[in-house]
């Protein structure tokens, strides 16, 4: 089982900023939050990750609380390429990736 | 750089047969996860093989066995098929071990079992 909860779907409109809400509030101190995509027909896709300072790269921006207990992704400006479903994943020992069911978030025009 | 690569990317198999899959991961890269994916339950971890070892187990039964090759090729297999087996597999490699590294993914193998 996953150890995220994240809302099944979220719309936003193309060119303005996708906010993508993750809650885990079971993390320990020295666990990683990852994000991952994957648009359709497609293997998933690596976004970005962090531990607890912000993240920030050519994808998106990691924001996480100061009790990490939640975080959020940022798309600054989403296209219509950006439709996918998103994953947030703290892994169980570290390494094992369970990815829940993710957020399916639309790109409208 | 050549990506992941699975083969065969489509196999259509009969209940009680077994299958093997496997999965190119990029060059310089030790680790290979392997993941299930159906509409029901979403994407699963099978197991990870780092250096030729598994290194993490998802909760599959046993039927469900992989290895890794000293070339970081990797194969899964899958004894005595079931209907609910059919899935799309996918495999993902990383320079390290799956929790300190990003993974890559390949486009997976689609199994169907009659």
């Known amino acids: 089982d996953a150890k995220t909860t994240q809302p099944p779907s979220m719309d936003c409109a193309e060119g303005r900023a996708a906010n993508l809400p993750c809650n885990h509030s079971?993390?320990?101190?020295?666990?990683?939050v990852y994000w991952y995509r994957q648009i359709h027909s497609q293997g998933p896709q690596y976004i970005i990750h962090?531990?607890?300072n912000n993240e920030t790269n050519e994808m998106a921006s990691l924001i996480i609380t100061e009790d990490r207990k939640s975080s959020t992704l940022i798309l600054p400006h989403a296209t219509l390429r950006d439709t996918a479903v998103y994953y947030c994943?703290?892994?169980?020992?570290?390494?094992?990736?369970?990815f829940g069911s993710g957020t399916k978030l639309n790109v409208k025009p | 750089k050549a990506g992941v690569t699975q083969t065969p990317r489509y196999l259509i198999k009969t209940r009680g047969q077994q299958v093997t899959l496997s999965c190119s991961p990029i060059?310089?890269?030790?680790?290979v996860s392997w993941y299930q994916q159906t509409p029901g339950q979403g994407l699963q971890f099978l197991f990870e093989?780092?250096?030729?070892?598994?290194?993490n187990k998802g909760n599959f039964p046993g039927r469900f066995s992989g290895r890794q090759f000293s070339n970081s090729r990797s194969e899964m297999n899958v004894s005595t098929l079931e209907l609910g087996d059919s899935a799309l597999y996918l495999c993902?490699?990383?320079?390290?071990?799956?929790?300190?590294?990003?993974?890559?993914f390949g486009p997976g193998t689609r199994l169907t079992v009659l």
């Open positions: 993902a490699s990383s320079i390290g071990l799956a929790g300190g590294s990003e993974q890559f």
């Open positions: 079971t993390i320990s101190g020295n666990e990683y």
């Open positions: 962090g531990l607890k």
């Open positions: 994943i703290v892994p169980y020992n570290f390494n094992k990736f369970y």
């Open positions: 060059s310089g890269h030790r680790s």
């Open positions: 093989y780092f250096s030729e070892t598994q290194r």
